[in-house]
């Protein structure tokens, strides 16, 4: 078996814009994420990733660490998650499990100080909450009002 991950997370970096600007998503997918060409700006609290398989950007997500967790949250060392897409020609072939199955490993390196992983995912949006349940998020019973109706707060213990 090869040594290297089919799948890999890595910080946006200037060299992914050209693919990231190409994503696709339906119209009824749109409707409750941002293509990552919305989503690329960078902060000390905003920290755009790219879900790689072999070195070529397939998704993305961004991790806040601003003030917006405190809406999901009340743990001051959460970490929020939005805008995960996957591009709509690499859909099906379980990047965003596999992307999302590395996130503790990705955040215990990149943000030592985070131990929890919140987001909101919209009531319709079952495909999305089946994804976030398989690989450990928990339905937190909180409810938020979005742009696109009531969403669910799941949070994911990110244990060292």
Same mark, same amino acid.
């Given at each position: 078996?090869?040594?290297?991950?089919?799948? +890999?997370?890595?910080?946006?970096?200037?060299?992914?814009?050209?693919?990231?600007?190409?994503?696709?998503?339906?119209?009824?997918?749109?409707?409750?994420?941002?293509?990552?060409?919305?989503?690329?700006? %960078?902060?000390?609290?905003?920290?755009?990733?790219?879900?790689l398989s072999n070195n070529e950007p397939v998704g993305f997500f961004v991790l806040h660490s601003s003030e917006r967790v405190?809406?999901?949250?009340?743990?001051?060392?959460?970490?929020?998650?939005?805008?995960l897409s996957i591009n709509y020609s690499q859909q099906g072939k379980g990047f965003a499990k596999k992307g999302m199955a590395?996130?503790? +490993?990705?955040?215990?390196?990149?943000?030592?100080?985070?131990?929890?992983?919140?987001?909101?995912?919209?009531?319709?949006?079952?495909?999305?909450?089946?994804?976030?349940?398989?690989?450990?998020?928990? +339905?937190?019973?909180?409810?938020? %009002?979005?742009? %696109?109706?009531?969403?669910?707060?799941?949070?994911?213990?990110? %244990?060292?």
């Open positions: 078996m090869s040594s290297l991950k089919e799948v +890999d997370l890595q910080l946006y970096k200037s060299e992914y814009l050209e693919s990231l600007s190409r994503f696709e998503l339906p119209e009824d997918q749109e409707q409750f994420t941002a293509l990552p060409i919305h989503s690329l700006e %960078m902060t000390h609290e905003r920290h755009p990733i790219v879900i405190e809406e999901y949250s009340d743990n001051s060392n959460a970490m929020l998650l939005t805008a590395q996130i503790k +490993d990705f955040v215990i390196e990149t943000f030592p100080e985070c131990n929890e992983i919140v987001l909101a995912v919209n009531k319709r949006n079952i495909a999305a909450q089946k994804l976030y349940e398989k690989v450990g998020y928990k +339905d937190t019973g909180r409810r938020k %009002m979005g742009r %696109m109706g009531e969403q669910f707060i799941f949070s994911f213990p990110v %244990m060292r």
